[in-house]
């Protein structure tokens, strides 16, 4: 006899972004995913400390700043849409820090954008998505990001 496994309920959905165009694809999906299930949405973006503490030595405008405003615009779209949404920003490596903010959340599934680079683009230059894949303790949904939308150096 067969066992089914049930898969218990999402309540909160975590995207993971960077913020720029290339994870508009995994944007669109988790927004309109919070919204059709009736989900909490958490957006997330990881800044890496190495370039924090550049911009403060170059003098630059502080990236957190920067990328509270931008994870707020997402925010406020994904609201105008009717999903319960806010975002938290993380530092720390991008892959481990999705990992780390999931957990800390508890969140029940991850999305997350791919440019879709070749497996020899993927080993040169490491995969933010593979990492979560292989390590996030919840379901992770992966967008890939359309053909017309990735810039030619990625191809």
Same mark, same amino acid.
Do not use: I, Y
């Given at each position: 006899m067969e066992t089914l496994t049930v898969m218990p309920r999402v309540e909160t959905i975590l995207l993971a972004t960077d913020l720029t165009g290339a994870s508009s694809a995994a944007t669109e999906h988790a927004i309109d995913l919070a919204v059709r299930?009736?989900?909490?949405?958490?957006?997330?973006? /990881?800044?890496?400390? @190495?370039?924090? @503490? +550049? &911009?403060?030595?170059?003098?630059?405008?502080?990236?957190?700043?920067?990328? @509270?405003?931008?994870a707020q615009a997402v925010v406020n779209r994904a609201r105008a849409e009717g999903a319960d949404a806010r975002f938290l920003l993380w530092e720390g490596e991008p892959g481990d820090g999705i990992v780390a903010a999931a957990d800390a959340e508890g969140a029940d599934l991850i999305v997350v954008g791919t440019h879709g680079? +070749?497996? /020899?683009?993927?080993?040169?230059?490491? +995969?933010? +998505?593979?990492?979560?894949?292989?390590?996030?303790?919840?379901?992770?949904? /992966?967008?890939?990001? &359309?053909?017309?939308?990735?810039?030619?150096?990625?191809?």
């Open positions: 299930l009736d989900v909490k949405l958490l957006v997330v973006t /990881v800044l890496e400390p @190495a370039k924090v @503490a +550049s &911009a403060g030595r170059r003098g630059d405008r502080d990236p957190r700043d920067v990328r @509270a405003r931008e680079r +070749s497996t /020899v683009g993927r080993f040169l230059l490491g +995969s933010v +998505s593979d990492h979560v894949v292989h390590r996030a303790g919840c379901p992770v949904l /992966v967008v890939r990001q &359309a053909e017309d939308e990735v810039p030619p150096s990625l191809n």
